[in-house]
């Protein structure tokens, strides 16, 4: 069972509504159209835990990785989520748990040690830098495997995988070098760990 991969899920879903939703200062405006769809970044959770050069440097180290818990409009935590479920499961499924869990984290880490002093990136949120990591790992278990099909996944779930990983790359800039960032720092613990 995919424990890891769930409770990640449940997680950054329980945060996203949280924040979008119902801990927001009162002395932000947020419109219907942001909570619902395009999304915001004025909630108190995101103030905490997003990406932040300047705040890492004050001492909250945290932000490096506790930023890959938030989300910013509808279509981040819906696409996130998807290739969450689909690479963590695939990657699970090989490593187990905490293996999964630790490549995640490990992604989510280097990503943002890049992102917050090579980058220079003053905010910065979403589990994508895990996502890709675990994408590399994902890489690294089909070759040890000689095979893509090496997990129970279904082959349509690899293709909206695959759509993903594309699409993410042609996002931005600052996008496409966080999930750069974190697919390097999946092939770093990946083959650590596998």
């Known amino acids: 069972m995919p424990i890891f991969t769930i409770t990640f899920c449940a997680i950054i879903l329980v945060i996203y509504i949280l924040d979008n939703f119902i801990l927001i200062p009162k002395t932000e405006t947020v419109t219907l159209k942001e909570k619902l769809w395009t999304g915001h970044n004025k909630g108190y959770i995101n103030h905490a835990l997003h990406l932040s050069e300047k705040k890492i ?17 509808t279509w981040h935590i819906i696409s996130n989520i998807t290739a969450t479920l689909i690479v ?34 003053h905010e910065g949120e979403g589990a994508s830098t895990g996502i890709y990591g675990l994408i590399a790992v994902f890489v690294i278990l089909a070759v040890k495997n000689g095979t893509v099909f090496f997990s129970p996944v279904p082959t349509i779930a690899l293709i909206v995988l695959a759509i993903y990983t594309v699409g993410g790359m042609l996002v931005g800039k600052a996008t496409a070098f966080e999930h750069i ?11 650590a760990l596998c």
Not at 57 to 73: A, C, E, M
Not at 181 to 191: A, E, I, P, R, Y
């Open 181 to 191: 960032s974190g697919f390097v720092g999946g092939l770093l613990t990946g083959l």
């Open 57 to 73: 440097k004050k001492g909250q180290v945290w932000r490096l990785v506790s930023s890959s818990l938030l989300h910013i409009g």
């Open 88 to 121: 963590g499961y695939a990657v699970e499924s090989q490593l187990g748990s905490l293996k999964t869990a630790l490549c995640f984290i490990g992604s989510a880490f280097i990503s943002g040690l890049y992102m917050a002093f090579v980058y220079k990136l």
